[in-house]
């Protein structure tokens, strides 16, 4: 794990995360990850100038963070991150299930969210109908039955090439990252049984009656989705966007389902975009 990953003990487990510092005067920007991955899919927005402190938090189950062994709900993890590091009020940017504990928090705990950048998804309950992905999702709930790591992670990288293209079409650098990152979340994070082999881990619980709350969020809301993702990781992001009084919805071109590491000038400058224009 990378040298500046800090350690934190929260209320009931503890949280690895990268704190980038940056302008005090401005709201201070959290990263979260997509499932199964870590906070080094944002290594090029942590990499870049940002102009604001940018922190980077590993979810429960995956990096530096503890495995998920008990009930926990993600986006009450992000508040006591907030709580431990004296952050009264954050933008939250989030890929696929990091964009949707980033909609919980706004929807759990809203005077603690400034801003909403949703990648990848809608809110965090997905409902799937694309035949690509209910395929993928087959291959991976078969190769969980199975106990078969491998192939559940061949699964899992569909995802990064998407329904129109093949991994030789991905950015070999693109590829390595997500694919180590999913690697050491299946042997490192989960937690293990009697014979020492990964378990399942103790599933979040979930935050129910998303889409009907949304028109409570009133901070801007950018909705943003890879042009080569599936339409069912593209059409939610639309669709959050029209929910809320102020949203917005941008696809990143030359990008599937992880759109800040396939092109992160255009996914930075989305992102920059919308704060700027809402003075954030």
């Given amino acids: 794990m990378d040298e500046g990953v800090q350690l934190l003990d929260l209320a009931d487990h503890r949280v690895g995360y990268v704190d980038i510092p940056g302008a005090r005067e401005k709201t201070p920007l959290v990263l979260l990850h997509g499932g199964g991955l870590d906070h080094r899919m944002w290594s090029p927005q942590l ?25 926990h709900r993600l986006a009450d993890d992000v508040a006591w991150l907030l709580d431990a590091l004296g952050i009264d009020r954050a933008i939250l940017a989030g890929v696929s299930m990091g964009g949707g504990t980033a909609v919980d928090v ?11 950048v949703v990648s990848g998804t809608g809110t965090s309950e997905p409902s799937f109908t694309d035949p690509w992905v209910l395929e993928t999702l087959e291959a991976w709930k078969e190769a969980e039955a199975q106990g078969d790591i491998d192939a559940w992670i061949r699964a899992f990288m569909r995802f990064s090439h998407g329904p129109e293209r093949t991994p030789d079409d991905v950015d070999r650098s693109v590829w390595d990252a997500v694919e180590a990152m999913v690697s050491d979340t299946m042997s490192r994070s989960l937690p293990r049984d009697d014979d020492g082999l990964p378990a399942l881990p103790t599933p979040p619980t979930p ?4 889409w009907e709350r949304l028109s409570g969020i009133t901070v801007p809301v950018l909705a943003l989705a890879g042009a080569l993702d599936s339409i069912d990781h593209r059409r939610p992001g639309r669709c959050l966007a029209d929910a809320v009084p102020v949203g917005q919805y941008t696809e990143v071109a030359d990008s599937a389902h992880y759109p800040n590491l396939e092109n992160p000038a255009a996914f930075n400058a989305a992102m920059a975009n ?6 954030l």
């Avoid at 809203?110 to 801003?115: D, K, Y």
């Avoid at 935050?207 to 998303?210: A, E, F, R, S």
């Avoid at 919308?274 to 003075?279: G, K, N, P």
């Fill in 47 to 71: 990499r870049a100038d940002l102009g604001r402190r940018t922190i980077a938090p590993d979810a429960r189950g995956h990096g530096a963070s503890s495995p998920a062994e008990t009930p």
């Fill in 274 to 279: 919308m704060l700027s224009h809402h003075s």
């Fill in 106 to 116: 706004a929807l759990e705990h809203p005077s603690r969210v400034a801003a909403l």
């Fill in 207 to 210: 935050v129910t009656g998303t």
